[in-house]
C-alpha cells in the first residue's frame, strides 16, 4: 500500500515556467510534509518543509501549498532554471514520536532553455 | 567536511555472497536510517535506529540486518545476496526524528549478478 502518491513521474518545463509536481496520502495522523532535492549521483536533500496548520509555505522560489481536507500538497517551483533539473521526492511523517519518513516514487523534472 | 559517510560507493557482488555497507556520521546526530532507492519505486526504508541501542524494521527488511555499533555508526548486512537487492543504497541521520531533516550519505551502488 503507497502511503503517499507522487505525480507526475517526469516533467519538462521551459526556463521561466511554473514547475508543479502534487503528492496526496492516505494517513490522517501525518503532519508533517517535506520535499527533498536529489541530484544525479548525490544523496536527496531537504528543501523545504510544511506542516498542516499552514496552508502555504514559500521559500524564494519554491512554495508548499496544502490543503488538509484534499489530503494533498504541492511543489511549486516558479521562474524554473536549468539548474532546479533534478529528481524531486514528496515525503510524510508524524510528528510525534520518530516515525520515519515515508517518500513518495519521486518526479523527475527537466528544465530546458 | 561533516556529513554522512558511506562506504564503498560501488559494489558488484555474486548472487549468495555477504557484505557489509558502512555508514558513518560526525553530526552527534541520534537516528539513523537505510533506505533503498529503485526506478520508478522511490526512496524504500529497510531498518532504521530511533536512537544508539535501538533499531526496528522498515518497509523492505528481508534479506537484510543492522547494527547500530555505536552513535556514529550504522551498518547494513547482506547475509546472503540476491539479484533482488541490486539498488542504490542510502543511509541517513536526523538529530531526532524527521522533523529535524535528514542528512543523506552520498550512496553505494549495489550490483548483484
New interface residues.
Given amino acids: 500500500q503507497q502511503q503517499v502518491k ?1 505525480s507526475p ?1 517526469s516533467l519538462i518545463v521551459q526556463k521561466g515556467g511554473i514547475s508543479i509536481i502534487n503528492c496526496a496520502y492516505e494517513n490522517t495522523a501525518f503532519d ?1 510534509f ?1 520535499w ?1 532535492q536529489q541530484f544525479p ?6 528543501l523545504i ?1 510544511i506542516r498542516p496548520d499552514v496552508s502555504e509555505k514559500k521559500e524564494g522560489r519554491f512554495t508548499i501549498s496544502f490543503n488538509k481536507s484534499a489530503k494533498q500538497f504541492s511543489l511549486h517551483i516558479m521562474d524554473s532554471q536549468p539548474g532546479d533539473s533534478a529528481t524531486y ?1 514528496c ?1 510524510a ?1 508524524r ?1 510525534s ?10 518526479t523527475r523534472l527537466s528544465v530546458i532553455a | 567536511n561533516a556529513g554522512v559517510t558511506q562506504t564503498p560507493k560501488f559494489q558488484v557482488l555474486k548472487t549468495g555472497q555477504s557484505m557489509t555497507l558502512q555508514c558513518a556520521q560526525d553530526m552527534n546526530h541520534n537516528s539513523m536510517y537505510w533506505y533503498r532507492q529503485d526506478p520508478g519505486m522511490g526512496l524504500r526504508l529497510i531498518y532504521y535506529s530511533a536512537s544508539e541501542g535501538t533499531t526496528d524494521k522498515g518497509e523492505v527488511p528481508n534479506g537484510y540486518n543492522v547494527s547500530r555499533l555505536n552513535k556514529r555508526e550504522f551498518s547494513l548486512r547482506l547475509e546472503s545476496a540476491a539479484p533482488s537487492q541490486t539498488s542504490v543504497y542510502f543511509c541517513a541521520s536526523s538529530t531526532q526524528g524527521p522533523i529535524y531533516g535528514y542528512t543523506f550519505g552520498s550512496g553505494t551502488r549495489l550490483t548483484v549478478v
Fill in positions: 507522487q513521474q508533517y517535506p527533498y549521483g548525490k544523496g536527496p536533500a531537504l518543509a521526492f515525503a511523517s510528528n514520536g520518530n516515525t520515519p519518513l515515508v517518500f513518495g516514487k519521486g
